[in-house]
């Protein structure tokens, strides 16, 4: 067993504040509460030590693809997105045919049994044409229960998250479907009222993909599913902290209305997370990537990020002036909530993973440690 490690002098976020000149203890793959005197000292002072990232949407990242890619595909895309700081990710599927889904389904759930992912999130094809964003208007269909149900059966109880339109025919008993397996239903990519969305609130749906993003914009007299999503208290909001996705007046007014309790940051990324400009595929869809934002080669819609949750973590505390506690919340401790994850992941306790990453005064990352490894080691920069 490698030695006992004493993470010192950082400013570290615990979920009861920020400590300066704290220590964490790593024992093997666990936070410990104390330290052998032989222990081995890292020094981390002038940096900031957080709990390891966790992202609940994620389409795939380093050129690989966890939509339609092979395992080595996506454990390619999976350590891309650890060298960023994310230490547990979901796999998100975007729409496809529903045997491809299931196929694709059956790989994944391997991976989440051998705990190289957290789970699989099914994102369509149960979405509405209205508000498709980057899924193929062809392969959209209603949410039948019995539909539902066959993905979950192909992810052999490692489904996580279903993204509906649930205002579509069957859309509410899909909800309560996924609510009685312990699959976290998403009010997503909809056309919905604000009263059919607390419709869909009240059947059991308790996360928003990718709010104010795929779906109707707030208005006064019309307020649909933004305002429902916001102030309901069962809720949790996912955002993409890219810059391109969202003004940092509505990120702002998000955390507002929803507070740092109700917010998750996830990615939302594609292949070209971590990798770069070009052509790539989303689904069957053909996505150019220019400066970092990714496009429809036809129609030109948004189509998943480029981002990692290093820059969403530094753009919350430097651009939109988010305290670091709050941030920690939204890219570790609520997420880990929502996957029922959180006794072992998401904040910095003893008995917990040590899932960690170490920041520098700018908030850059510098280290990244998984399960008691270092991923990125804060002594070789």
Known sequence: MAPTKVLAGARVVLPTGTVDDGRVTVEGTRIADTAPADAETVDLSGHWVVPGFVDLHNHGGGGASFTGGTAEDVLKGVHTHHLHGTTTVVASAVTGDLDFLGRQAGMLAELAQQGDIAGIHFEGPFISPCRKGAHDEGLLRDPDPAEVRKLLDAAHGHARMVTLATELPGGLDSVRLLAEHGVIAAVGHTDATYEQTLQAIDAGATVATHLFNAMPPLGHRSPGPITALLEDERVTVELINDGTHLHPAALRLAFHHAGAA??????????????????????????????????????GSIAGSTLTLDRAFKRAVTVDGLPVEDVVRAISANPARLLGLDDRIGSL????????VVLDAGFDLVGVMRRGEWVVDPRLG
Not at 349 to 356: S, V
């Open 262 to 299: 109700r917010v998750a940051f996830i990615t939302d990324a594609m292949d070209a997370a971590g990798f770069g400009d070009g052509r790539y595929m989303l689904g069957p869809m053909e996505v150019e990537v220019a400066d970092g934002v990714a496009r429809l080669v036809e129609g």
């Open 349 to 356: 306790e003893p008995g917990k993973d040590a899932d960690l």
